[in-house]
């Protein structure tokens, strides 16, 4: 039988540097999020302009997000990102401020990723088709 443990391909490692291995995951993970959420939130804003502008109604933008697979794709990025953002910063504010760590706090943060995520890609499921 094989050791899960052992198998792991940091399982040399001392805890130490998993844990500044996974604290570097999530640093790049949250600004890597933060830029795409950046041009998604321009992206989105453009469009509110565009739409309020040219008088649209909320049917036509619906009947315009059903006309193309790029809009439910835009959106759904946009929703992965968010997903991925807000946990990370939420995990920041629980150690810093709260004294929250550990497998606990990344469970709770996980679900509520996961939450989010399901709940914005049900959204943009909705709404596309």
Do not use: K, N
């Amino acid at each position: 039988m094989i050791d899960a443990e052992a198998a792991r391909p940091d399982a040399g490692e001392p805890a130490s540097l998993r844990g500044v291995r996974a604290a570097a995951w999530r640093f790049v993970l949250q600004r890597a999020s933060a830029a795409v959420l950046a041009v998604c939130v321009l992206v989105h804003l453009a469009t509110i302009i565009l739409a309020v502008r040219m008088g649209l109604s909320s049917q036509a933008i619906v009947a315009r997000m059903h006309a193309s697979a790029l809009w439910p794709t835009f959106y759904a990025i946009f929703v992965l990102a968010a997903a991925i953002h807000a946990p990370l910063g939420l995990r920041t504010i629980a150690d810093e401020w709260l004294g929250l760590r550990g497998r606990a706090a990344d469970a709770a943060l996980t679900g509520f990723a996961l939450l989010l995520a399901s709940g914005g890609l049900y959204a943009v499921r909705s709404l596309t088709g």
